[in-house]
């Protein structure tokens, strides 16, 4: 069974740093491009940020300039490094594959909290 796994998340202070990783099951990670949407409480999922197979991305105006997303295909593997983070960062980080710019497969999600 093809699954995404998220982890890294937790709690941080604001201005704070922190790395949230996806590592996928399927060999034919390098195939996809993927998406780390995120979804706080009372609000809609948005997608913050992505990435190509042939490795460009783009962010969303809320994150661009502090969050950097990037994928290792030979580990299966993407990141989201966020800096800078502020309150309005706090969520449940997920990660997916994208299809024409849809997202696919989804993960479990990881809990980012930014707080003092």
């Known amino acids: 069974q093809v699954q995404l796994v998220e982890s890294g998340g937790g709690l941080v202070q604001p201005g704070g740093s922190l790395t949230v990783s996806c590592a996928a099951s399927?060999?034919?990670?390098?195939?996809?491009?993927m998406g780390w949407y995120r979804q706080a409480p009372g609000k809609q999922r948005e997608l913050v940020a992505s990435?190509?197979?042939?490795?460009?991305?783009n962010y969303s105006d809320s994150v661009k300039g502090r969050f950097t997303i990037s994928r290792d295909n030979a580990k299966n593997t993407v990141y989201l490094q966020m800096n800078s983070l502020n309150v309005e960062d706090t969520a449940v980080y997920y990660c997916t594959t994208l299809v024409n710019g849809r997202p696919g497969l989804w993960g479990q999600g990881t809990q980012v909290t930014v707080s003092s």
């Open positions: 990435i190509g197979t042939g490795g460009i991305t």
């Open positions: 399927i060999s034919i990670f390098r195939f996809y491009a």
